[in-house]
């Protein structure tokens, strides 16, 4: 089997025989019931090989969908003109990159159109001109589709001048599809996040939002299903090198990297990219994470002062899921549309979606990808450092875990001192999931809640952080509100420790340790 890795181009992919998970029964629907289409989903997630397909079935290409349910569902085949726009592979720094693209791609659409606009100095009035022509010289309503059409955008967020530069610009040009109805057959764009409607698609009120629709959850990503079917004897195959039974390496590819949910109530999806990788390779590992992650997601959570252990188990509306808004703070819709939280349940009642990492893969990834924002600590230095966390633990060494704890958190911004607590919570909560360890901040008990608890195989601690007051406090507040007592009967030495953190010095000042 030849993996498309780094294949985008359904043509090459179907001429070059790489395998195909076959989603052109999806397509097929979403071309007859509707016309100008929106389509989030985070990256390297299968977009740009669907708007491929899409171009191929628009420019009748019939021969490529042999033995693919396409070829059985269409029975009239039609040429259509595309314009196929693909904002993704440019770095977007000034207002005059976005044009210079633009413009590069309406030249080449009225060099092939004839086009009577080129002179024209307004974009938006191109684009338009450019669909009637396509129109008029074919005899066939114009396709349009647009690839990563909020890459300028996600790329400024920050930058406040240039992201308004960006959506005034992109606002105006995409606006043109509302205009442009009459002379076109279809439309879709895709992108990782959506704008809110007072943003760059507030003139097109004909745009049809399937991201969250259930008939369309499947349109990109790999079902169960269609893992089971298409690489069964892939799984096999890595079980083998991995001396894994069948049924342990398709558990182990579950819990890595299913569990995508676009909505509710359906069936989990698996990250494409990250799967392919694993059977080609035959090794398990982080590959969409090590793709790259933004550093103006971890930006926002830090700007918004927000818990990171909320992020699992948040509530949040379809409305604050379904858009970001214009120069937002608020993480939650970033985190879920770019696929690093999803939804894992539903409140039908108060219409509350519940949302947490995706699997272990985004979970992992994400919690090491924080600890250099939150710590002086590198990404490269982060394994030797949570080494000597896991040792300490595990052997009861606790004074050694709280001086590790202390060097760890040397250096803290003098800024965060309003936010000191909120910050070392983030910081202690990102260490032990590192660790491994069983870990839950402000652990509920009937007396309290527990600061931070750790778990080890012999070992329980039950850690209290106090600010500007003294150690003793710490550990009698463990005493007396009984914070042990839930652990009891388990059999596990319980380690109680109560710190003090100094505003002056931000940092872990003393500890008390009682066992």
Same mark, same amino acid.
């Given at each position: 089997?030849?993996y498309?890795?780094?294949?985008?181009?359904?043509?090459?992919?179907r001429?070059?025989?790489?395998?195909?998970?076959d989603?052109?029964?999806?397509i097929y629907?979403?071309?007859k019931e509707?016309s100008?289409y929106?389509?989030?989903?985070?990256r390297?997630?299968g977009?740009s090989?669907?708007?491929?397909?899409?171009e191929?079935?628009?420019?009748?290409?019939?021969?490529?969908?042999a033995?693919?349910a396409?070829?059985q569902l269409e029975?009239?085949w039609?040429?259509?003109?595309?314009?196929?726009? +693909?904002?993704?592979?440019?770095?977007y720094?000034n207002?005059?990159?976005l044009?210079?693209?633009l413009?590069t791609?309406?030249?080449?659409w009225?060099?092939?159109?004839g086009?009577?606009?080129?002179?024209n100095?307004?974009?938006?009035?191109r684009?338009?001109?450019?669909?009637r022509?396509?129109?008029?010289k074919?005899?066939r309503n114009t396709v349009?589709?647009?690839?990563e059409y909020?890459?300028?955008?996600?790329?400024?967020?920050?930058n406040?001048?240039l992201?308004?530069?960006f959506?005034?610009?992109l606002?105006?040009?995409?606006?043109?599809?509302?205009s442009?109805?009459?002379d076109l057959?279809?439309?879709?764009?895709?992108g990782?996040s959506?704008?809110?409607?007072?943003?760059?698609f507030s003139?097109l009120?004909?745009?049809n939002?399937i991201?969250?629709?259930?008939r369309?959850?499947?349109?990109?990503?790999i079902t +169960?299903?269609?893992?089971?079917t298409v690489f069964?004897?892939e799984?096999?195959?890595?079980?083998t090198?991995n001396n894994q039974?069948k049924?342990?390496?398709?558990?182990?590819?579950?819990?890595?990297?299913d569990g995508y949910?676009?909505?509710?109530?359906?069936?989990?999806l698996?990250?494409?990219?990250?799967?392919?990788?694993?059977?080609?390779k035959k090794?398990y590992?982080?590959?969409?994470f090590?793709?790259?992650?933004?550093?103006y997601?971890?930006?926002?959570?830090?700007?918004?002062?927000?818990?990171i252990?909320?992020?699992?188990?948040?509530?949040?509306s379809?409305?604050?899921?379904?858009?970001?808004h214009?120069?937002t703070?608020?993480p939650?819709?970033?985190?879920y549309q770019?696929?690093?939280?999803?939804?894992k349940?539903?409140?039908?009642?108060?219409?509350?979606?519940?949302l947490?990492?995706?699997?272990?893969?985004?979970k992992?990834?994400?919690?090491?990808?924080?600890?250099?924002?939150?710590?002086?600590?590198q990404?490269t230095q982060a394994?030797?450092?949570?080494?000597k966390?896991?040792?300490?633990?595990?052997?009861?060494?606790?004074d050694?875990?709280?001086?590790?704890?202390?060097s760890?958190?040397a250096?803290?911004?003098?800024?965060?001192?309003?936010?000191?607590?909120?910050?070392?919570?983030n910081v202690?909560?990102?260490?032990?999931?590192l660790?491994?360890?069983?870990?839950q901040?402000?652990?509920?008990?009937?007396?309290?809640r527990?600061?931070?608890?750790?778990g080890t195989?012999?070992y329980?601690?039950?850690?209290?952080?106090?600010?500007?007051?003294t150690a003793?406090e710490?550990?009698?507040q463990?005493e007396?509100k009984?914070y042990?007592?839930?652990?009891a009967?388990?059999?596990?030495?319980i380690?109680?420790?109560?710190?003090n953190?100094?505003?002056?010095?931000r940092n872990?000042?003393?500890?008390?340790?009682?066992?």
């Open positions: 089997m030849i498309p890795i780094g294949r985008q181009n359904f043509e090459n992919l001429n070059e025989g790489y395998v195909y998970v989603k052109t029964a999806l629907k979403l071309v509707g100008i929106f389509l989030s989903r985070p390297r997630f977009k090989l669907l708007l491929s397909t899409l191929a079935y628009f420019t009748g290409k019939k021969e490529l969908f033995g693919l396409m070829e029975k009239e039609h040429k259509h003109p595309v314009l196929h726009l +693909d904002l993704n592979a440019e770095k720094d207002i005059e990159e044009k210079n693209i413009h791609y309406l030249r080449q009225e060099n092939e159109y086009s009577n606009e080129s002179h100095t307004s974009l938006s009035q684009f338009r001109a450019v669909i022509a396509a129109k008029e074919t005899g349009v589709l647009i690839d909020d890459k300028p955008i996600l790329q400024a967020i920050g406040e001048k992201q308004e530069e959506r005034n610009t606002k105006a040009f995409y606006g043109v599809l509302k442009a109805d009459a057959k279809f439309a879709l764009l895709t990782v959506k704008f809110s409607k007072v943003s760059v003139d009120n004909n745009l939002d991201s969250m629709d259930s369309y959850h499947d349109i990109c990503g +169960d299903e269609e893992l089971l069964d004897e799984i096999e195959a890595l079980a090198a039974t049924e342990e390496a398709y558990k182990q590819l579950q819990r890595t990297y949910h676009f909505t509710h109530s359906t069936q989990g698996y990250n494409p990219f990250s799967v392919l990788n694993t059977l080609a090794t590992g982080s590959y969409w090590s793709t790259g992650t933004p550093t997601l971890v930006e926002l959570i830090k700007k918004a002062n927000f818990n252990e909320e992020l699992s188990g948040y509530e949040a379809e409305e604050q899921l379904s858009s970001v214009a120069g703070i608020d939650i819709p970033v985190l770019s696929g690093y939280l999803t939804i349940d539903f409140d039908e009642e108060f219409r509350l979606y519940t947490n990492y995706p699997n272990e893969e985004v992992s990834g994400f919690v090491n990808f924080l600890l250099p924002f939150y710590t002086k600590v990404a394994q030797t450092i949570i080494s966390f896991v040792t300490s633990a595990r052997k009861g060494k606790a050694d875990f709280m001086r590790h704890l202390q760890l958190m250096g803290t911004p003098y800024e965060l001192i309003k936010e000191l607590e909120n910050h070392y919570q202690i909560y990102i260490i032990t999931k660790m491994g360890l069983y870990v901040a402000e652990y509920r008990t009937s007396n309290g527990i600061d931070i608890l750790i195989n012999d329980i601690y039950i850690i209290e952080l106090k600010f500007n007051a003793q710490a550990i009698e463990i007396n009984d042990a007592l839930p652990f009967a388990e059999g596990r030495e380690i109680k420790i109560g710190a953190v100094s505003i002056k010095t872990i000042e003393e500890w008390i340790i009682k066992q």
